[in-house]
């Protein structure tokens, strides 16, 4: 089982920056892929990022391709989003998420998911 602590969230003014910290623990070496999903008030959630660990391979979303940018830490095992010239639409609830699998697009096998944290942009 592997468990996703998110962390850095907050409120920001349009065009700010926030950097998101996403750690994981217990099982982690099964790990392959690890993604950044997010969910405002009555929408679905949405794959925003995604990295795959084992050579770095990086995936965005067209609404956020040149503003945000996903890294990782793996002594720290831990995956970041750096949120730059935020928007009001991207105010919304961003979840971390990890999968055994090799495929970072299936968004299916994203079965550990942390808690989430508020991300909330002032125009």
């Known amino acids: 089982q592997v468990q996703l602590v998110e962390s850095g969230g907050g409120s920001v003014q349009a065009g700010g920056s926030l950097r998101l910290s996403c750690t994981a623990s217990g099982y982690t070496s099964s790990i392959r892929c690890m993604g950044w999903f997010r969910q405002a008030p009555g929408k679905e959630r949405d794959g925003v990022a995604w990295?795959?660990?084992?050579?770095?391979?990086?995936y965005y979303a067209d609404s956020v391709k040149g503003r945000f940018t996903i890294s990782q830490d793996n002594a720290k095992m831990t995956v970041y989003l750096q949120m730059n010239s935020l928007k009001s639409e991207d105010t919304a609830m961003y979840y971390c998420a990890a999968q055994s699998g090799g495929n970072c697009y299936a968004f299916l096998q994203y079965n550990n998911w942390g808690q989430g944290t508020q991300v909330t942009v002032s125009s």
């Open positions: 990295i795959y660990l084992g050579g770095g391979s990086t």
